[in-house]
């Protein structure tokens, strides 16, 4: 197995996991999370933001980092649900930076800040589609694994997120290759996240394409459910957060939403409903403690 030696260490560190804080040592409560889909519309985000609410229950200076595209209000998608939250990477140098430096090293001396963020962990970051391939040749051209190893940095955590899709699982299949191989970064597990929102694997074998593509890794796999709250497509339209409507009550949803009360009620305990699964199988696999 690839996984990272965790450092017996780690459990005696005063931890002061800010973007600004220092060199510091690995703790249980400060794993980096990485969610990562090699295709666009694959649910990652979803899952950050499942990810996100879990870990505030416990330790509340956990970041929010986003390696994804921003538009014109510079904020990402999952930037939109975490208004002033989210630490926003974008998608790297742009070339007509590279050029003005007369450097053609930018565009990986850009990713280094992604590095860094790895090196103090108590993160969740969510890595857009169109960055994955930038931060693969980041860690195989800085050597990343090496570093990050040497430097005693906290373990990650990766999970990839796919549909069921031919396509998502054979890029999903691929990139569990890259990091079983230690192309990419030192992990402490690797999960494949099943997302059914467009449908079941029914007999779709995703284990079998992984354990072709990469026969020695080790990789756990849970599902994503899909959401059929009726409030679902408004939370997504407003851009509210998963955690921010199971804080509010029937009537707070129904004049968000402008809903009847009859699915503000319904939407709402079904919304929790399919939370409280999706944590508990989580849960169970590891996930969480």
Not at 38 to 52: D, E, M, N, R, Y
């Amino acid at each position: 197995m690839n996984h990272f030696a965790l450092d017996s260490r780690r459990g005696k560190v005063n931890i002061q996991p800010t973007i600004a804080s220092s060199n510091l040592l690995p703790s249980d409560n400060m794993k980096t999370y990485i969610c990562v889909a090699h295709a666009g519309g694959q649910g990652k985000t979803t899952v950050a933001q499942l990810l996100f609410r879990n870990i505030l229950r416990k330790n509340s200076k956990y970041n929010l980092v986003s390696a994804d595209f921003v538009d014109d209000t510079g904020r990402s998608k999952i930037g939109k649900f975490y208004p002033d939250q989210v630490d926003e990477l974008g998608t790297g140098a742009r070339l007509i930076a590279a050029k003005l430096e007369n450097d053609p090293n930018a565009a990986l001396r850009y990713w280094d800040k992604f590095g860094t963020i790895l090196m103090r962990g108590s993160a969740v970051i969510d890595v857009g589609a169109n960055v994955v391939s930038l931060l693969k040749q980041w860690a195989h051209h800085r050597s990343a694994f090496r570093v990050l190893q040497m430097s005693n940095a906290p373990p990650s955590e990766i999970l990839l997120v796919c549909k069921a899709e031919k396509h998502a699982i054979e890029d999903v299949a691929e990139l569990v290759s890259t990091i079983a191989d230690n192309k990419f970064i030192p992990y402490e597990h690797v999960t494949v996240v099943l997302n059914e929102v467009g449908g079941s694997f029914g007999r779709i074998d995703v284990r079998s394409v992984i354990k072709e593509a990469a026969p020695d890794a080790s990789v756990r796999f849970v599902s994503l459910p899909r959401c059929t709250s009726e409030l679902w497509t408004q939370l997504e339209q407003t851009n509210t957060p998963i955690d921010r409507a199971l804080e509010m009550s029937d009537r707070e949803i129904s004049e968000t939403f402008g809903t009847d009360i009859w699915s503000a009620t319904a939407g709402l305990a079904d919304l929790k409903s399919w939370v409280t699964s999706v944590d508990k199988e989580w849960k169970n696999a590891g996930i969480f403690k």
